[in-house]
């Protein structure tokens, strides 16, 4: 009887103590919930932030291709300047996902499963941090900041999905690299799912090769071999989409392309000049002041991701959200050294002394999550009042009303800039084609067409004439409207305060 109550009560005490957790709420749960409260349930927030690209819109129209046909499209069903064009669609499975939460729930669906998407990209910011050593308080408000800081991309588009990934990925490998975990085998078939969702996956390969080549330089060879081992699972994995090795070498492509990404917003340098772009800057400088500090300590893989990430955030914005995902438990790690080593100097009673042992104290209730949490987002979902929800795309922002009032715009050749073009393809599915859209695969020489339209160069009109344009929709006062205006192969058949709409005479 002793025998067996010895060996059976260390294994019933552990599960009576997990399934406490499980039933007790935590800190980490009411962050969780306040991330999306302030994110997207306060005065100036909302979640209709979500949908102010128009990339959503065109994501719902593929999806609902591939739902309504059961199969996977390889050429362009969008456009009448391309029509039958080889096309991959990176990201079919978010597509798919966004279609069928779209006819589920309406754009409710999609924008609250983005809103929970993000706040778990902040909350695992959080934790990552936690793993690193860093102090909880200071954790929190590096969080924040780093929230601020990808305020840039919060939008219902398949690279949250690359940014969530990413920052599940540093987690693990921030535990691994403090001591071997088998966690790490979870990346391979974290691998293959996100093959499907987004091709940002790329980046975990330029992430496992700085943890390689690091580990080399550290003269840690077990490391580097099971890291090494570990890339070549995970680029098995990612043969697991369906068009196999065609996808690696279409990424590649448009990566290495001349001259197409010179015209997409997202592939230009970073201004410094939105709130958003200020927050990364902090981290930038924070960051590449660290890398300095890790070289002295003889530490490679910290500063080689820092500055390979640092690099493609300048020349690119797009990448600003992969840096901030990288450096943000970095520096929360390494102010939370400073910070600790200056308040052991401090008496006991001191402000300092009592700040970090409530930060010691609470950090258990930050690193564990309970089933409260799901009935706070079950709660958000279903008891929040109906007006806070969106019903469909911004009016100002979007060309709603124009489209309602002329649905011979699903059967004309129409020219109308890529964002609006995504908006139409959707509000007219399946009857609309469009001049261009938001996919980058239409060629250098459409995108020098299209820029020389929508600035008014001189002669641009006759890119009109080549198409057989016969309707044109822009933008309420741009330099396109005031050439057509001044044309008199064009006249204005209607306008509001979002857009006008012009037709040949």
């Known amino acids: 009887m002793g025998s067996a109550t010895a060996t059976t009560t260390p294994l019933i005490q552990p599960r009576a103590h997990a399934l406490k957790n499980w039933l007790s709420p935590s800190l980490g749960d009411l962050f969780f919930l306040a991330v999306i409260a302030w994110s997207f349930m306060t005065s100036g927030t909302g979640w209709s932030r979500l949908l102010w690209d128009g990339d959503t819109a065109i994501h719902i129209a593929t999806g609902n291709w591939i739902l309504d046909h059961g199969k996977i499209p390889t050429a362009d069903p969008f456009s009448f300047t391309q029509p039958g064009a080889p096309w991959i669609p990176y990201e079919w499975g978010t597509e798919v996902l966004f279609a069928q939460l779209n006819h589920a729930f309406g754009l409710k669906g999609i924008v609250f499963v983005c809103g929970v998407a993000i706040a778990a990209l902040i909350v695992i910011l959080l934790r990552t941090m936690l793993i690193a050593g860093a102090d909880i308080l200071l954790s929190v408000v590096i969080a924040l900041f780093a929230s601020n800081a990808l305020l840039i991309h919060y939008h219902a588009r398949p690279h949250l999905f690359t940014l969530l990934f990413l920052a599940i990925t540093a987690a693990i490998i921030t535990k691994d690299r403090i ?260 996919r980058a695969f239409y060629g250098v020489k459409m995108y020098r067409d299209v820029s020389a339209l929508l600035t008014a160069q001189p002669g641009s009109l006759a890119t009109l004439d080549r198409y057989q344009i016969t309707r044109v929709l822009i933008q309420f006062h741009s330099p396109l409207s005031a050439l057509l205006r001044e044309s008199k192969a064009w006249q204005v058949v209607d306008q509001d305060s979002t857009a006008e709409l012009f037709a040949r005479r």
């Open 179 to 438: 001591r071997h975990t088998r966690l790490i085998w979870l990346l391979p078939p974290l691998t293959a799912v996100w093959v499907n969702l987004h091709p940002g996956f790329t980046i975990l390969f330029a992430y496992l090769g700085v943890l390689v080549i690091g580990s080399v330089l550290e003269g840690a060879s077990t490391s580097a071999k099971r890291y090494a081992w570990l890339t070549l699972a995970c680029a098995a994995a990612t043969l697991a989409n369906p068009f196999g090795y065609k996808l690696h070498l279409d990424v590649l492509s448009f990566l290495h392309s001349n001259g197409t990404t010179e015209f997409i917003q997202e592939f230009q340098s970073p201004t410094f000049r939105s709130q958003a772009q200020l927050f990364y800057m902090g981290f930038l400088l924070a960051g590449l002041a660290l890398c300095g500090l890790y070289f002295s300590r003889r530490k490679f893989v910290e500063p080689l991701l820092l500055a390979g990430t640092a690099y493609a955030s300048l020349t690119a914005i797009r990448h600003s959200t992969i840096f901030v995902v990288l450096a943000a438990p970095m520096i929360a790690a390494e102010l939370s050294r400073y910070w600790q080593a200056w308040v052991a100097s401090q008496p006991r009673a001191s402000a300092a002394r009592i700040l970090d042992g409530l930060s010691a104290e609470k950090r258990a209730a930050f690193s564990r999550s309970s089933v409260w949490l799901l009935a706070g987002l079950a709660a958000i979902f279903f008891w929040t009042p109906a007006e806070m929800w969106p019903t469909g795309f911004d009016k100002k922002m979007f060309p709603v009303e124009q489209a309602a009032r002329h649905p011979e715009l699903s059967s004309a050749r129409l020219f109308t800039p890529d964002q609006w073009a995504d908006y139409l393809l959707y509000a007219n599915y399946p009857r609309q084609t469009v001049f261009y859209d938001d």
